[in-house]
């Protein structure tokens, strides 16, 4: 009689060579579907320099606003005019409530602008901000 | 006929079930080394707006006012400062102040012209900030001797929120009639 086992004549490895291609195409896909929130910036801007500052840990809550070196106001993804801002930030604030936002204004700017925007963002009672700086050397 | 022996094909392979591995410790290593840039800058708290401004009255004692005119001539209590000497001067009177209740903390109110260079008023209130910052550096390592960072975060609250609590005003803009 026979006993010997019986056994499929074909190759039993599992084919490993092409995981690698896998692993790539989840990174692809991933690199591809997360967007690093990139806005289009329309003015022109050079920051300030600080010593004492601090990392915003949340980069959910900020809001950026920009001001450039001829005085145009960049609201997040659009140029805004001064009397806007109140609204869009008080729409802002109602979504979500402990926004931040961020100001990077063009170091050459007049403090008056700087404080029309802070005002409007107060009335907005958008309260906690952020002058955007640099690290000085 | 002498009969040829066909030579025995040897397999030759590339052993590519590690190479996985290889590509996991690539993306670890891109995913870690990439910072994704940091928003840093200086946070404040604006004060909430109300048509009628209650004036509440602030002693002397208390209040350090930083004033920028146009020119970028800066005056703190009324004296003329440069700009980097103002927080050494603050800290002193901060550190005076630690231990005091909060309601007679230092206020540091700062005022500029409409016409101030922006770059300017942000160096002060830089120098404002750093001289807070390094007071409660200081205190921390003082009391706990541990640097801010390594404190609890009770202890920080301590520091931060009761014995030097950063109490910067930006002055109310006036009106011009």
Known sequence: MNFKKKRAKSNQEIPTSSMPDIIFMLLLFFMVATTLREVDVYVKFKLPEAVAIEKIENKRLISYIWVGKSGRIQLNDNIVELDEIQDIMYKKRVELPNVIVSLRIDKESDMGVVTDIQQALRKASTLRINYSSMLKQ | ?177
């Open chain 2, 1 to 177: 006929m002498v009969q040829i022996k066909k030579k025995k094909e040897i397999e030759a392979k590339i052993p590519d079930a590690g190479m996985s591995d290889i590509v996991f410790l690539l993306l670890l290593f891109f995913l870690v080394s990439t910072t994704i840039d940091v928003d840093t800058g200086i946070g404040l708290g604006l004060p909430e707006y109300q048509e009628e401004q209650e004036l509440v009255p602030i002693s002397k004692e208390r209040l350090v006012t930083v004033n920028i005119n146009e020119n970028g001539d800066v005056l703190l209590n009324k004296e003329v400062i440069a700009i980097p000497q103002i927080s050494e001067n603050l800290k002193e009177r901060i550190e005076s102040k630690i231990n005091l209740p909060s309601k007679k903390k230092l206020i540091v109110s700062i005022k500029t012209d409409r016409r101030t260079n922006y770059n300017l008023y942000i160096q002060a209130l830089d120098q404002i900030v750093l001289a807070y910052s390094e007071v409660q550096e200081a205190y921390s390592q003082q009391v706990y001797g541990k640097a801010l960072s390594d404190l609890t975060p009770e202890e920080k609250k301590i520091v931060i929120k009761e014995k030097v609590p950063k109490i910067i005003s930006i002055a109310e803009p006036e009106k011009i009639n």
